[in-house]
């Protein structure tokens, strides 16, 4: 579980990032969490987006997203969400 200092450490660093995974009109399917999974595992932190032609909104992908990842939601602004979660090698340096 991410403390506020946590997510506000994060924000900043997924502030200059682009979306690695953006969710278009086929909406959520096993593939993209496959995809979402590899790179939340490379990258420990994810921006995903949400195209104009997804059938649901942020927050229920948000949701939908960090459930089937086993991730934490640490931002969400308009039809962007970040997704955190700690690799094997801890690269973003967060305690426990």
């Given amino acids: 579980m991410l403390n506020n200092q946590d997510k506000k450490y994060l924000r900043g660093q997924a502030q200059e990032m682009s979306a690695l995974v953006q969710i278009g009109k086929s909406g959520l399917s096993m593939n993209l969490y496959e995809s979402l999974d ?7 932190l994810v921006k995903v ?7 649901l909104d942020a927050r ?7 459930a089937n990842t086993h991730s934490e939601v640490v931002h969400l602004v308009g ?10 090698e801890n690269k973003m340096g967060l305690k426990k």
């Fill in 49 to 55: 987006s949400l195209l104009k032609t997804a059938p």
């Fill in 60 to 66: 229920e992908a948000a949701i939908e997203c960090a």
């Fill in 79 to 88: 039809r962007t969400f970040v997704l955190y979660r700690r690799s094997k």
């Fill in 38 to 44: 590899l790179a939340l595992e490379a990258h420990e």
